[in-house]
C-alpha cells in the first residue's frame, strides 16, 4: 500500500486497493486533493492508521 500510494498516490491506487472505491474515484477527479489527500494518506500509511474499507487498520510494516 505504500508503494501504491508513493507511485500511483493522485490517481487513488492504494484506496482502490483497500477497497474504499468512492473515495479512490474522488481522489482520481481531483488529483489527490492536488497532492495534499496524497500526501496526508501517506502519512496515514506511514504511521499506521489507515484504514480499508472494512475500517481495519492496514499494517504497513508487516512482512518487511
Not at 492504494?14 to 479512490?24: E, I, L, M, N, P
Not at 489527490?32 to 494518506?41: E, F, K, Q, R, S
Amino acid at each position: 500500500m505504500l508503494v501504491l500510494c508513493l507511485l500511483l498516490g493522485i490517481f487513488g491506487a492504494h484506496r482502490f486497493y483497500a477497497g474504499k472505491t468512492r473515495s479512490a474515484v474522488l481522489q482520481l477527479a481531483t488529483l489527490g486533493g492536488l497532492g495534499i489527500w496524497t500526501l496526508v494518506d501517506l502519512l496515514f500509511i506511514l504511521f499506521g492508521e489507515f484504514t480499508d474499507a472494512d475500517g481495519r487498520k492496514v499494517n504497513t510494516w508487516k512482512g518487511l
